[in-house]
């Protein structure tokens, strides 16, 4: 069964500002979260809760509510600001 993939407002500015051919990308591996919430290549986060994976010089953080079946995108950044 496919997960329901929501994008909180504040991931949906980051992604915004982010340059067209970067979005694309993100996009795409957003999209493959609803039929695999934990593909090969996740990580999960040790000082908070989640998830993330990485498109190229940018990652994707994430939280999966596996009773609901949605995957929630909570932020969107490149790699040196992800997790300030």
Do not use: C, W
């Not at 069964?1 to 591996?29: F, H, W």
């Not at 929630?72 to 997790?83: G, N, Q, T």
């Amino acid at each position: 069964m496919a997960y329901k993939v929501l994008i909180k407002p504040s991931a949906q500015k980051d992604l915004d500002a982010l340059p067209e051919t970067e979005v694309i990308k993100i996009l795409l591996k957003i999209s493959n979260l609803a039929s695999e919430p934990r593909p090969i290549g996740v990580q999960k986060l040790h000082d908070q809760e989640g998830f993330r994976i990485r498109s190229g010089n940018y990652r994707i953080l994430f939280e999966v509510n596996n009773s609901g079946k949605t995957v929630l995108i909570y932020r969107i950044k490149h790699r040196k600001d992800v997790y300030r």
